[in-house]
C-alpha cells in the first residue's frame, strides 16, 4: 500500500474523536500488509486506554468503543505472521491492570484467511487469547500455511482460556485448507471442544486421517456427559471435517455406484463379502502348514462353511486382500462413530429425553470424505446411539459418491427413522459377523501353528535318530 493510505489508516484509528472509527473495516484483496496491521493495532490499544480512563466499570461482553468490532482483511499475503503478530501483541496489550480473566469482547470477527500466516502467527495469536480470554468470539485463519504445531498451540490457548471464563472461550474458528494440520493438530482441537472452550470447529480440506476424527468422536461423547450443565443446554456444536479422505472410497466411483435407500433391507453389507474372500484366497494360498486347499467348487463349499459360512456366492463380489482389510480397519468414519456407539450406552452419557430446544444439538460435516457403504452404516449407528442419550446429532454427507437422498435426509435430520434403524441395525450385524470372522481366522491361525511346530519336532526327531543311527555304525 502507498504511503499516503497508511497515513490516513493510522490516523483514522489513532484519532481520538472514537465516533468517526467505523464499526466493521473490510479490506479484503487490497495488497495491505504488517504496517496495516500494526496500525490497526495501535488504534486498538488507544481506544482500550481512553477507554479506561474514562470508565473503569466495564462490563463483560461490552465492545469497546473506538475500534471495529468486525475486521476482514482475508487475501492479504503480504500481512503473513508479521501482521498476525502485531494484531495479537494489541489483543494482549488490551488488558486492564485488575484482570480477573475475562475482560470481556475486543473484537466480534477476526477475518485473516489467505494472509499467508504461518505458525508463528498462529502461535502469538494463541497466545493472545490465553492471555485475554473471550476477547475474540470468530477467528478465520483458512487458507493459510498453519502446520500442526500452529493448531496444537491454538487448541492449547483455547483450553487455557476456557479456565479462566464462564462459557465458551471462542465461538468459532476456521482452520479450513491448512494442508499440514493432521491427527495431532486435530487431536488438540479436539480437546478444546471437550473442554467447552470453542463452540465450532471447522478443519475442511486439511490432512486429517482416522485418528484425528476418533479424537472429534471422543469429545463429542465428554460434551454428551456434560449437556446437562448450563453451558451446553440448547446448545450448538459444531465440527466440520468436509474435505478430509479418510474414509477407504476412492473419489471417483464407477457409474450406478448404488446406496440405494428402497433396498437397504436387501443388501447385505458388503463388508462381510471382503472378509468372506479374503479368508477364501487365504486358504487357497495355504492359510498355514497343514491346510489344503480346495479342488473344485463342492470343495470349496465345504471350506467355506467350516471357516464360519461367510463366503459369498456373488460372482461380482470384488477381491480384496489383507491391505485393504486393514484399511477398512482404520476408516475415520467408523473410528469416529465406534467412540460414539461404544460409549452412548454408558450410564454417564445417558439423559432423560426433554424438548429438542432443549437439548444438545451436534452438527458433523463429513462432505467429500469419500465415505463407502460401511462407513454410513456406522454414522447411522453414532446417530441413533447419540438420540438415547438425548442428543440430537446432525451428519452432513452430501457429495460422497453412491448416497441417495433418502439417505442423506436421514442423517443430517430426525426424520425417516425406520430408515435410520434399519442401517444401525445393518452395521451392528456386521460388526458382529466381522468379530467372528476374525476370531475363527485366529483359530485357524493357530492350529497352523500348532501343526508346524509338530512338523518342526517330527523332523527334529528324525534327524536326530539319523544321527544316532550313523554314530552306532561308526
Not at 464499526?23 to 482500550?48: D, H, V
Not at 491427527?183 to 486421517?209: E, F, T
Not at 426424520?415 to 466381522?434: D, G, P, T
Request: aromatic share 4%.
Amino acid at each position: 500500500p502507498s504511503a499516503q493510505l497508511l497515513n490516513s489508516v493510522r490516523r483514522l484509528f489513532e484519532n481520538e474523536d472514537y465516533s468517526i472509527i467505523p464499526n466493521i473495516l473490510l479490506m479484503e484483496n487490497c495488497g495491505i500488509g504488517a504496517a496495516f496491521c500494526r496500525s490497526i493495532g495501535r488504534g486498538m490499544c488507544n481506544a482500550f486506554e481512553r477507554n479506561q480512563i474514562q470508565s473503569s466499570d466495564n462490563t463483560d461482553g461490552c465492545l469497546y468503543e473506538g475500534r471495529p468490532s468486525i475486521l476482514r482483511i482475508g487475501g492479504n499475503p503480504a500481512i503473513g505472521d508479521a501482521g498476525a503478530v502485531a494484531l495479537a501483541a494489541a489483543f494482549r496489550m488490551a488488558v486492564s491492570d485488575d484482570n480477573n480473566g475475562d475482560n470481556g469482547v475486543i473484537m466480534e470477527e477476526l477475518d485473516l484467511s489467505s494472509c499467508n500466516i504461518g505458525d508463528v502467527g498462529a502461535e502469538a495469536i494463541s497466545l493472545a487469547l490465553a492471555c485475554n480470554p473471550s476477547s475474540l468470539k470468530r477467528l478465520d485463519l483458512s487458507n493459510n500455511k498453519i502446520t500442526d504445531v500452529g493448531a496444537i498451540a491454538l487448541g492449547r490457548a483455547l483450553i487455557e482460556s476456557r479456565e479462566r471464563t464462564s462459557g465458551f472461550a471462542l465461538d468459532q474458528i476456521i482452520l479450513d485448507n491448512n494442508a499440514l494440520i493432521g491427527d495431532d493438530g486435530a487431536a488438540a482441537l479436539a480437546k478444546a471442544v471437550s473442554a467447552g472452550a470453542v463452540r465450532s470447529v471447522h478443519l475442511r480440506s486439511c490432512s486429517i486421517r482416522a485418528e484425528g476424527a476418533a479424537e472429534f468422536g471422543k469429545a463429542l461423547i465428554e460434551i454428551v456427559k456434560h449437556s446437562k450443565t448450563r453451558q451446553f443446554q440448547s446448545a450448538q456444536i459444531e465440527i466440520d471435517m468436509s474435505g478430509n479422505h479418510f474414509g477407504i472410497s476412492k473419489p471417483k466411483k464407477k457409474k450406478g455406484a448404488a446406496y440405494s435407500a428402497s433396498l437397504l433391507r436387501d443388501k447385505a453389507s458388503s463388508n462381510i463379502k471382503f472378509i468372506g474372500k479374503s479368508l477364501q484366497s487365504r486358504i487357497k494360498g495355504g492359510f498355514g502348514m497343514g491346510l489344503t486347499t480346495a479342488e473344485s467348487d463342492d470343495d470349496e463349499e465345504e471350506m467355506g462353511n467350516v471357516m464360519g459360512e461367510i463366503l459369498s456366492d456373488d460372482e461380482d463380489v470384488e477381491e480384496f486382500d489383507s491391505d485393504r482389510l486393514k484399511a477398512i480397519a482404520r476408516c475415520g468414519a467408523r473410528l469416529f462413530s465406534s467412540e460414539i456407539i461404544n460409549r452412548a450406552s454408558d450410564s454417564s452419557v445417558q439423559a432423560k429425553q426433554t424438548n429438542d430446544d432443549a437439548r444438545l444439538q451436534i452438527m458433523v460435516g463429513m462432505r467429500q470424505c469419500c465415505l463407502d457403504d460401511g462407513a454410513i452404516d456406522a454414522l447411522a449407528a453414532a446417530k441413533v446411539g447419540a438420540r438415547k442419550s438425548g442428543t440430537i446429532l446432525s451428519i452432513d454427507i452430501t457429495m460422497n459418491a453412491g448416497v441417495d437422498d433418502a439417505t442423506k435426509a436421514a442423517l443430517k435430520g430426525d426424520e425417516e427413522e425406520e430408515l435410520l434403524s434399519s442401517i444401525a441395525e445393518r452395521h451392528s450385524n456386521e460388526m458382529k459377523r466381522i468379530l467372528e470372522a476374525q476370531e475363527r481366522r485366529e483359530a485357524a491361525a493357530e492350529v497352523a501353528a500348532a501343526r508346524v511346530q509338530e512338523q518342526d519336532r517330527f523332523l527334529e526327531d528324525d534327524l536326530f535318530d539319523d544321527f544316532d543311527y550313523d554314530y552306532d555304525e561308526y
